[in-house]
């Protein structure tokens, strides 16, 4: 077409070849190229040309995963997103979508939640492990079934963690024992191991099939070889108790743990295995978070005596030294997340009910929220939102930028598990006691009340693409049915004739 007839693209009074100029149109924006196709027609031509916009979309975050080839109009493609942003965002702040309770009701008290990209998973007195796909609405929860040991006529130990990522889902339970679910493989689990003591802590790297476990004076790495068979690469020997166990992220060659015993943060290391990042006598730490290249952790110092307050330190774990410290607070640092945080951020909330975000490079305060009305137990931020969760049971959102709080909602029970993307969210409400007053004594008897047992809550944000699908499925109706009856009452979609 007229396209393939231009060869010189006419520049004031010089002629130059089409990949030429449009090596000079690519140094443009979306307002200059706007400009420019008002030029003339060759122009226009050169100002909509397909590689310049999926350039611009490329730049602006949007599309990563696809070619130039996928879209036919990268210039639409480059709308789209950023009004689909717009809208989620407007959304968020207004609380407009569709919210559920992730119900599970057999009378049991929840224990621990985790989640990964929309997929739950929840762990139970029962001893029974649910999963929910989020992302689906229609969904059930499938219930993944525990290894049984040879006592298991009895009632099952309770669950003490779970954890979850894109491949595996991980139960460790109160008896020591822990089993490895595959998401893909179904319900059965494809791996199963044993503690003498109880396990303090669990962990599971985002994107690896590395499992972690803490338990007395040991550190236990699993993972599964080439084959498929599971193994031990590693096991460590610490002095102290473990408080906190998290696997670095996106470590190509064997796992690498960091754990938080008491006053000490070991790098556990199959090379070198009793590595101290740090130590300082008397100075517990009270949370920790690890994303790729750093560790971050809230260490709680004797301020009256020593006139030094609370503070996070974030470690580089390629050179093991102290990058920067910040925050100086009289409460403990009770969370801090800094995997989700955009890059040189670093989020934290205090037992002295406020959320605080850092600017790593200045080594500062960004912004102070005063939050709850009892300490902050999880928290999450990105480019313009946080998202904190307290102990009374408070989940608030805010406005980094203006440091406001947009919305917030209240459940009984602290705020145990707080994520989001960017278009849904979930929080968890998980009661301190696992076996309330009022329960029955003997175990059988599912009569734990529903306002003791905890409570998880998916919330979503698009609503353009859920208009129908975000009503609850019992207020759907179809258009095969002749009359509405029992609650199908059509609130989504009115009858074409009642």
């Not at 060869?7 to 307002?31: C, H, R, S, T, W």
């Not at 409460?331 to 975000?357: E, I, Q, T, Y």
């Not at 707080?418 to 968890?428: G, M």
């Not at 095969?480 to 029992?486: A, F, M, R």
Request: proline share 5%.
């Amino acid at each position: 077409s007229f396209q393939n007839e231009i060869n010189e693209v006419p520049f004031f009074d010089v002629q130059l070849p089409y990949e030429l100029a449009l090596k000079i149109f690519q140094y443009l924006g979306k307002a200059e190229l706007g400009r420019c196709a008002q030029v003339s027609r060759t122009w226009k031509i050169l100002a909509e040309d397909e590689v310049l916009w999926y350039r611009l979309c490329q730049e602006e975050g949007y599309l990563l995963d696809m070619s130039i080839s996928d879209h036919s109009c990268w210039k639409l493609a480059l709308k789209n997103c950023r009004a689909r942003e717009h809208m989620l965002k407007t959304n968020w702040k207004n609380r407009v979508g569709a919210v559920s309770q992730l119900r599970y009701e057999p009378g049991r008290v929840l224990c621990d939640v985790h989640s990964c990209d929309g997929v739950v998973m929840a762990g139970y007195t029962s001893g029974e492990v649910r999963l929910w796909d989020t992302r689906t609405w229609d969904y059930t929860a499938p219930v993944l079934e525990a290894v049984q040991g040879p006592g298991a006529a009895g009632a099952s130990p309770h669950v003490s963690f779970v954890r979850i990522n894109s491949s595996l889902a991980v139960a460790a339970y109160e008896d020591g024992t822990v089993s490895v679910w595959s998401l893909l493989f179904g319900k059965e689990p494809i791996h199963h191991f044993q503690h003498n003591q109880r396990i303090q802590a669990l962990a599971l790297a985002p994107g690896g099939t590395t499992v972690a476990t803490a338990s007395s004076f040991e550190v236990k790495l699993e993972s599964p070889d080439d084959k498929g068979f599971w193994q031990t690469p590693a096991t460590f020997e610490i002095q102290k108790l473990v408080n906190f166990l998290n696997l670095v992220p996106d470590v190509p060659s064997s796992p690498v743990a960091v754990a938080a015993a008491e006053d000490i943060v070991y790098l556990l290391k199959e090379e070198d295995p009793g590595k101290v990042l740090h130590s300082v006598y008397g100075q517990p730490v009270t949370c920790l978070d690890v994303s790729a290249k750093e560790a971050a952790f809230g260490v709680k110092t004797f301020g009256w005596l020593l006139n030094e307050p609370n503070q996070i330190l974030l470690y580089n774990l390629e050179t093991n030294q102290c990058v920067t410290k910040v925050g100086n607070s009289i409460g403990d640092f009770s969370c801090v997340n800094l995997h989700n945080s955009p890059p040189n951020m670093l989020v934290a909330g205090n037992k002295d009910r406020r959320v605080r975000v850092f600017d790593l490079r200045r080594g500062e305060a960004v912004c102070s929220l005063y939050a709850h009305q009892l300490g902050v137990s999880a928290v999450q931020m990105d480019e313009w939102k946080i998202v904190s969760g307290g102990q009374e049971g408070l989940v608030c959102v805010w406005d980094q930028r203006m440091g406001t709080k947009l919305w917030e909602m209240h459940a009984r029970h602290p705020v145990r598990h707080v994520w989001f993307n960017s278009h849904s969210l979930i929080t968890a409400n998980i009661p301190e006691d696992k076996n309330p007053r009022g329960s029955s004594i003997t175990d059988d008897d599912p009569s734990v009340h529903r306002k003791y047992r905890g409570i998880i809550y998916s919330y979503e944000f698009s609503v353009d693409q859920l208009a129908v699908e975000s009503v609850l499925p019992i207020c759907r109706s179809s258009y095969d049915e002749v009359t509405g009856y029992n609650y199908n009452i059509g609130l989504a979609v009115p009858y074409d004739n009642i």
